[in-house]
């Protein structure tokens, strides 16, 4: 993710306090449940989606990307998708119309630019050293994943390349696992306390409402379902400054 420069942001009927710590936090006024308009600066070059972070998205929120309507990704980490290009350097509003009413909601003004091309390399660079010994599970309400993989290494952390979402299980060798968010956007599992050799690998979709959503991410975005451990390597990103 590339940390965008926001220049400026407004309120509309919502009051602001900001607590030591430099955190806003905003309350709904005169019956209304507000907006925030961002202004930002596009980054340079390359195809990308707009990220506003998982602490800034409530239900039945709505986002305008300079007054035309985009839809939150339900299960791509919270991304705005396709987000208009016009150069490096130009300026683009970004306006959030909250749809409940908020009080001492903790806004981050922070927002962050996905490149799909480096996204797409990095799938790539994934799937070619990866274990493709999968194979497609599904009933009436779950669908998924299973197959075998070898661990080589101790204390290693195992990638799936599919959108990390909150609704997928894994089990390795029938054991259920914590699966978390692996380099930002993939659904992974840290491999503590599993011994060398093969081991089975099940990732379970257990949500019935979006199951077809889902299945038609998969074939969206490829077909993602390959499987690579990696070192544990983690860093995390700095935050953007913000200006008002």
């Not at 993710?1 to 006024?29: C, K, M």
């Not at 130009?90 to 959030?96: A, F, G, N, P, V």
């Not at 992974?188 to 077809?212: A, C, M, P």
């Not at 990696?230 to 990103?237: N, S």
């Amino acid at each position: 993710f590339i940390p965008l420069e926001i220049t400026n942001y407004q309120l509309a009927n919502l009051s602001y306090t900001e607590d030591e710590w430099g955190r806003v936090r905003l309350t709904s006024t005169n019956g209304n449940a507000g907006s925030v308009t961002i202004t930002f600066k596009e980054p340079a070059g390359g195809n990308y989606n707009l990220y506003v972070g998982d602490k800034n998205t409530l239900d039945n929120t709505i986002y305008y990307v300079d007054n035309n309507r985009y839809e939150l990704s339900s299960y791509w980490h919270k991304g705005l998708r396709g987000v208009a290009k016009n150069g490096y350097g130009s300026l683009h509003t970004l306006t959030i119309n909250f749809q409940n009413l908020l009080n001492d909601f903790e806004f981050i003004p922070e927002l962050y630019a996905e490149d799909i091309d480096v996204l797409g390399e990095y799938i790539a660079a994934i799937k070619a050293q990866a274990s493709m010994n999968l194979k497609v599970i599904g009933g009436r309400f779950s669908y998924g994943l299973e197959g075998t993989f070898t661990v080589t290494k101790e204390n290693q952390a195992l990638y799936f390349t599919l959108p990390f979402e909150k609704y997928f299980k894994v089990y390795i060798d029938g054991k259920a696992m914590k699966s978390e968010t692996m380099l930002n956007v993939f659904i992974g599992t840290r491999l503590t306390n599993i011994g060398l050799g093969e081991h089975t690998i099940k990732i379970v979709y257990t949500d019935t409402s979006f199951i077809f959503g889902i299945i038609a991410t998969f074939v969206g975005i490829g077909g993602l379902v390959g499987i690579i451990i990696f070192e544990k390597k983690y860093k995390k990103k700095e935050k953007p400054s913000v200006s008002e």
